[in-house]
Nanobody, 127 residues
Framework: QVQLVEYGGGLVQAGGSLRLSCVASGRTFSNYAMGWFRQAPGKEREEREFVAAISYGGGDTDYSDSVKGRFTISRDNAKNTVTLQMNSLKPEDTAAYYC?????????????????WGQGTQVTVSS
């Protein structure tokens, strides 16, 4: 089992920045690829959207087209933490953001390929 807890959500104006963190516990963090997903208001869990992912060692990253160039994913295996730095935020970035762990070393964009999930943290971007 892996437990994931997200931090750092909040309310920000368009153009602003937020930094989300996810702290993992329970198993060897470096054995897992990590991802961030988001669920927009009114959307179901099955409609969670891929945001970014990072491989077990941090050498490979992947981003959705909607956030590429604005968001950066990173990880610190010594601190069991994965971080999502979000810049130039837009109102359409408003969503609950979820951290997820995948029992594999490589990234994946499909939420069905992730095994553990955090409880989510809300990000609201005002116009």
């Amino acid at each position: 089992q892996v437990q994931l807890v997200e931090y750092g959500g909040g309310l920000v104006q368009a153009g602003g920045s937020l930094r989300l963190s996810c702290v993992a516990s329970g198993r060897t963090f470096s054995n897992y690829a990590m991802g961030w997903f988001r669920q927009a208001p009114g959307k179901e869990r099955e409609e969670r959207e891929f945001v970014a992912a990072i491989s077990y060692g941090g050498g490979d990253t992947d981003y959705s087209d909607s956030v590429k160039g604005r968001f950066t994913i990173s990880r610190d295996n010594a601190k069991n933490t994965v971080t999502l730095q979000m810049n130039s935020l837009k109102p359409e970035d408003t969503a609950a953001y979820y951290c997820a762990a995948r029992r594999a070393l490589d990234t994946h964009t499909d939420p069905e390929n992730y095994d553990y999930w955090g409880q989510g943290t809300q990000v609201t971007v005002s116009s």
